[in-house]
């Protein structure tokens, strides 16, 4: 049996890399070896038969012998961190305070420190990279679907009801972009494209993605929200009418429409490399086909009245129902309604003042009465000529005037 006498335990204890004191009942210091020197700059001569208060005054003194005085008390075992230093680069260690055991008997308080410093930035570099990775997530994912990736490492796909899709593309994009450099190019793009996202997110909606110069966005999902409609209308006016003002004072005119139809979509993950939550179905389609007989009407808005009729706050903007509509592979009618809330003062006072006589025309054109509509169309045209939608029942109605009559006829248009 090999013992350790007191000389050979000291080297053993000055040859750790690890802080270690020893102190008795009264705290005064029994032993501190060399790493705790440099660790704290004071010598062992200096120390050893000190108190904490006499070596640091009283406050000091106090907070360190009273952690000591605990795992004396209680014959306990505390574990904790101190950082050495008041700096970010300064040193930390982990501390762990042991009772000093003869048998049974407490004779004094042992204290370890293990340098931690290195595990403590590996751990922040981690946590950093970490909240990186998490927000890169949360920038092209919902944020329902980005924290089930996170959390479980899938997601499942769903079927959301009562969403609203909003589809908007660039008017005249290749014909401008052809002019441009590529590198203005995309300057513009992700400016236009940052303050639509601005729009998105202020309006509880989510973007799903842009394809070239498209823009897709949704509200109603991943959460079901009773004001989806509501929130995607308003989102798509401060699209349109931010991207005015911004053509206000840029040399590009950029200017966009938008058509938006609410139904039923399936959501979920496409990939496995590269994340992209996309959604599908007809809803999708449709509001695609909206924004393109936006150029019908010469409209900046145009909704269906899947939408229409689930907004809670109608009045809150300018609406006007402009058409019947049966989209081409869909066999249901569907009521037309264009949104001028970006419209110039003028344009919308006009477009009031007429609609009136516009809803009695329409009326008439239904029934299959197009002289009494053509009075009513050209009446209206006169006091606002560049509203295209009396051109368009204009053209209708001409055209239903040469043509035999048609007993099935209900009044609604193709797009």
Request: charged share 25%; glycine share 6%.
């Amino acid at each position: 049996m090999y013992s350790i006498d007191q000389k050979m335990l000291t080297s053993i204890l000055n040859s750790i890399k690890a802080t270690v004191y020893a102190k008795d009942l009264t705290g005064r210091f029994l032993f501190v070896n060399t790493e705790w020197e440099e660790a704290t700059g004071l010598k062992s001569k200096a120390v050893v038969g000190k108190t904490d208060y006499e070596l640091l005054g009283y406050e000091l003194g106090e907070y360190y012998w009273s952690r000591d005085r605990e795992v004396i008390e209680k014959c306990l075992i505390l574990e904790s961190e101190e950082s050495l230093g008041e700096l970010e680069d300064d040193k930390t260690l982990l501390s762990i305070k042991v009772p000093i055991l003869e048998g049974d008997e407490v004779i004094g308080v042992c204290g370890i420190g293990t340098d931690i410093t290195r595990i403590k930035q590996l751990q922040k570099n981690l946590a950093c990279e970490r909240d990186k990775s998490e927000q890169l997530l949360l920038n092209v994912l919902p944020t329902s679907v980005a924290y089930e990736l996170m959390s479980t490492g899938t997601t499942h796909s769903e079927c959301f009801d009562n969403v609203g899709v909003l589809f908007s593309d660039i008017n005249d994009f290749t014909r401008i972009s052809s002019t441009l450099k590529p590198e203005r190019l995309i300057e513009e793009l992700n400016d236009i494209f940052t303050g639509f996202d601005k729009a998105i997110e202020e309006n509880n909606c989510e973007r799903i993605k842009t394809i070239g110069d498209a823009y897709m966005a949704v509200s109603g999902l991943p959460v079901p929200n009773d004001f989806f409609a509501d929130q995607i209308v308003n989102s798509a006016t401060q699209l349109i009418c931010s991207l005015k003002k911004r053509a206000e004072k840029e040399s590009l005119k950029w200017t966009t429409t938008i058509g938006i139809h609410g139904g039923d979509v399936v959501g979920g993950i496409v990939g496995t490399k590269k994340y992209i939550y996309d959604i599908f179905g007809s809803t999708v389609n449709m509001a695609a086909r909206l924004q393109s007989a936006t150029k019908i009407y010469d409209a900046d808005i145009l909704i269906s009245d899947s939408i229409y009729n689930q907004m809670k706050y109608p009045e809150q903007h300018s609406i006007r129902q402009i058409d019947i509509v049966r989209v081409k592979g869909d066999g249901d009618a569907i009521k037309l309604y264009e949104v001028f809330d970006c419209d110039s003062d003028d344009v919308k006072t006009k477009k009031i003042m007429t609609l009136e006589s516009l809803n009695k025309a329409r009326q008439h054109y239904i029934n299959g009465e197009f002289q009494e509509a053509m009075v009513l169309l050209k009446a209206c045209k006169k006091i606002n000529k560049e509203d295209k939608i009396f051109s368009v029942y204009i053209k209708r109605c001409n055209t239903m005037m040469r043509l035999p009559a048609n007993q099935n006829w209900q009044g609604i248009s193709g797009i």
